[in-house]
T-cell receptor
Framework: EAQVTQNPRYLITVTGKKLTVTCSQNMNHEYMSWYRQDPGLGLRQIYYSMNVEVTDKGDVPEGYKVSRKEKRNFPLILESPSPNQTSLYFC????????????FGPGTRLTVT | KNQVEQSPQSLIILEGKNCTLQCNYTVSPFSNLRWYKQDTGRGPVSLTIMTFSENTKSNGRYTATLDADTKQSSLHITASQLSDSASYICVVSAYGTSYGKLTFGQGTILTVHP
C-alpha cells in the first residue's frame, strides 16, 4: 500500500531534549516536505526537499533541521525543543514535477513542556 | 508576499444542503491551486487541482472553480453529507525558484448537522 508513515504519532518531551520525528514514503517520490499545523494558523511549511541531498527552507524553519540522505526518508530534527514548537506535524511527499500532488502522513502530535 | 485567504472561517449547514467555500490568493507567478479535505487529527487528502487554463473541475459532489484574472477559487459542495464535516484547505503553488514552496490557506471548517 502506498503511504507516508511518521513516527512517533504522539510525543511529550521537555524543553531542550533533542528529538527526531521520522518520515518515510514507499512511493519513490523525489519531493518531501514537513509542515506544522497550529489552531488559527493553518498548515505552514517548515522545510522541503526536492531530492536526495537537496533541502530548502519553508516559511517557518527556525528551530528545526532536516536531512535527506535517502530518497524514502526525511527526518525532522529538533535540536533543542521549546514550548512554542508544540504542534501537530505532518510529513508529505510527491513526485518532483508535481509538488502540489502531495500525499500526507498521519501526523505527529508533539507537546514540549 | 504570497498569501492565500479563505472564507468563511467556519460554516454550519444542514445535511442535504449545498455550500460554497471561497479562496483568494496573491501567489505569483501562479502555477496551480489545489483543494484538500482534512478530517480532524488526520492528514489532508487532495480533492482537486486547478491549473491556470482550467475554469471548472468536478470530483463527485465537489466542484471547484478558478478565475485566474481575479485570483479567486471556490469549492462548491452539493447535497452535503455528515461525512463532509471537515476542514477544507486551499493550497497554491508558484512557478520558478520557489517551485517546491506551497502557500496554504487557513482553511474553512465545515460542520454538517443532521
Amino acid at each position: 500500500e502506498a503511504q507516508v508513515t511518521q513516527n512517533p504519532r504522539y510525543l511529550i518531551t521537555v524543553t531542550g531534549k533533542k528529538l527526531t520525528v521520522t518520515c518515510s514514503q514507499n512511493m519513490n517520490h523525489e519531493y518531501m516536505s514537513w509542515y506544522r499545523q497550529d489552531p488559527g494558523l493553518g498548515l505552514r511549511q517548515i522545510y522541503y526537499s526536492m531530492n536526495v541531498e537537496v533541502t530548502d527552507k519553508g516559511d517557518v524553519p527556525e528551530g528545526y533541521k532536516v536531512s535527506r540522505k535517502e530518497k524514502r526518508n526525511f527526518p525532522l530534527i529538533l535540536e533543542s525543543p521549546s514550548p512554542n514548537q508544540t504542534s501537530l506535524y505532518f510529513c508529505a511527499s510527491s513526485f518532483a514535477d508535481r509538488p502540489y500532488e502531495q500525499y500526507f502522513g498521519p501526523g505527529t502530535r508533539l507537546t514540549v513542556t | 508576499k504570497n498569501q492565500v485567504e479563505q472564507s468563511p472561517q467556519s460554516l454550519i449547514i444542514l445535511e442535504g444542503k449545498n455550500c460554497t467555500l471561497q479562496c483568494n490568493y496573491t501567489v505569483s507567478p501562479f502555477s496551480n491551486l489545489r483543494w484538500y479535505k482534512q478530517d480532524t487529527g488526520r492528514g489532508p487528502v487532495s480533492l482537486t487541482i486547478m491549473t491556470f487554463s482550467e475554469n471548472t473541475k468536478s470530483n463527485g459532489r465537489y466542484t471547484a472553480t478558478l478565475d485566474a484574472d481575479t485570483k479567486q477559487s471556490s469549492l462548491h459542495i452539493t447535497a452535503s453529507q455528515l461525512s463532509d464535516s471537515a476542514s477544507y484547505i486551499c493550497v497554491v503553488s508558484a512557478y520558478g525558484t520557489s517551485y517546491g514552496k506551497l502557500t496554504f490557506g487557513q482553511g474553512t471548517i465545515l460542520t454538517v448537522h443532521p
